[in-house]
């Protein structure tokens, strides 16, 4: 049985280096964009490895700013055709990996276009039926790549909210006026929510290259919740003068983020198991006392569509959080 589950496996990677020389070929005879395409069909291999930086940068080059349109629109067209049809695990992986760091270290152009490409479609990178059943371990490797691409979107979703990206401004929500924390800190906690899905479980908790992505969206986790903290100290600081309508939306935001605490902690205790966790800067959030909690839910049930407190009593002492290297 070992040696027929090792002889697969070599017949297996034969095949993907076939089909990727194949596709190399093709598209160096054919494709009006060589470079770009060739750059992403190889940086995309069927290689359980790391995609080259040499082929990154191409790619990241073609989405620039400075690039040409067409360009752009060339390049994200193959990285999504990539993805929608492979069934290879590694193949999907390092794509929505690409797209990732894209997202990171390109300019605000990236994705921009990535949204405006994505109109008419509910779901961009819809890997929801994505199955990889070559082996076992595939089968493991798929599960954490679905919620990987789900983090993704909801990345996009945030940013078309809020039209920033809260990784690169982690300060905006301090300055939000009540009705943009009432639409953005909700858009955030779902990002938070599809993040902590994120957890890798079975054969895909000992692979290097999901180590890697995880590695990513840890740093962006600890950026995530000091976005959403900021605003949180923003909203607890007008809660009690706020509406009765605008109160309770207040008050289940202000209480998904304490729940959302407490599962992010656990987020990171696993994230410390691995080599890249030694290095993180992680977010300690220190939780309100309950009294805090029964006197904003007091408020709303005293308040009413007219009413108002005139004195703050309750400010944001109650609410506070700090940083630690670990």
């Known amino acids: 049985m070992a040696n027929g589950s090792g002889s697969q496996k070599t017949i297996r990677k034969a095949i993907g280096a076939l089909k990727d020389t194949t596709k190399v070929g093709l598209v160096k005879v054919n494709s009006e964009y060589k470079g770009i395409d060739v750059a992403i069909v190889k940086a995309t291999s069927h290689d359980v490895v790391l995609p080259k930086e040499k082929h990154i940068r191409t790619i990241f080059s073609a989405l620039s700013a400075t690039s040409p349109?067409?360009?752009?629109?060339?390049?994200?067209?193959?990285?999504?055709?990539?993805?929608?049809?492979?069934?290879?695990w590694t193949v999907a992986l390092k794509t929505l990996l690409i797209i990732h760091r894209a997202i990171r270290e390109t300019d605000y152009n990236f994705?921009?276009?990535?949204?405006?490409?994505?109109?008419?479609?509910?779901?961009?990178?819809?890997?929801?039926?994505?199955?990889?059943?070559?082996?076992p371990e595939a089968w493991d490797y798929s599960a954490w790549i679905r919620c990987y691409a789900l983090y993704l979107e909801?990345?996009?979703?945030?940013?078309?909210?809020?039209?920033?990206?809260?990784?690169?401004?982690?300060?905006?929500?301090k300055m939000l006026d009540t009705?943009?924390?009432?639409?953005?800190?909700?858009?955030?906690?779902?990002?938070?929510?599809?993040?902590?899905?994120?957890?890798?479980?079975?054969?895909?908790?000992r692979n290097s290259l999901i180590h890697y992505c995880l590695s990513i969206i840890a740093r962006e986790s600890s950026s995530l919740y000091i976005g959403i903290s900021n605003g949180i100290l923003?909203?607890?600081?007008?809660?009690?003068?706020?509406?009765?309508?605008?109160?309770?939306?207040?008050?289940?935001?202000?209480?998904?983020?304490?729940s959302q605490a407490e599962k992010l902690?656990?987020?990171?205790?696993i994230c410390r198991a691995y080599?890249?966790?030694h290095e993180l800067r992680l977010t300690k959030i220190e939780q309100a006392p309950k009294s805090f909690v029964t006197a904003m839910e007091d408020y709303v049930?005293?308040?009413?569509?007219?009413?108002?407190?005139?004195?703050r009593t309750v400010s944001t002492f109650f609410f506070f959080f700090y940083l630690y290297k670990v």
């Open 69 to 88: 349109r067409a360009d752009v629109t060339r390049c994200i067209h193959r990285l999504i055709k990539r993805l929608s049809k492979t069934h290879n």
């Open 301 to 311: 049930k005293q308040s009413s569509p007219s009413s108002s407190l005139q004195n």
């Open 179 to 205: 009705p943009g924390l009432l639409e953005q800190l909700p858009a955030m906690q779902q990002l938070l929510f599809r993040l902590l899905a994120c957890k890798p479980e079975g054969a895909a908790s």
């Open 265 to 269: 902690s656990d987020f990171f205790q």
């Open 154 to 173: 909801e990345r996009l979703e945030c940013y078309r909210v809020m039209k920033y990206d809260i990784n690169r401004d982690q300060l905006g929500t």
């Open 234 to 258: 923003n909203l607890v600081d007008r809660f009690f003068e706020m509406r009765h309508s605008n109160a309770t939306k207040a008050l289940e935001i202000y209480k998904r983020a304490s």
């Open 111 to 135: 994705p921009e276009e990535l949204i405006s490409y994505s109109r008419g479609s509910n779901l961009m990178l819809n890997l929801s039926h994505f199955r990889d059943v070559s082996t």
């Open 275 to 277: 080599d890249f966790g």
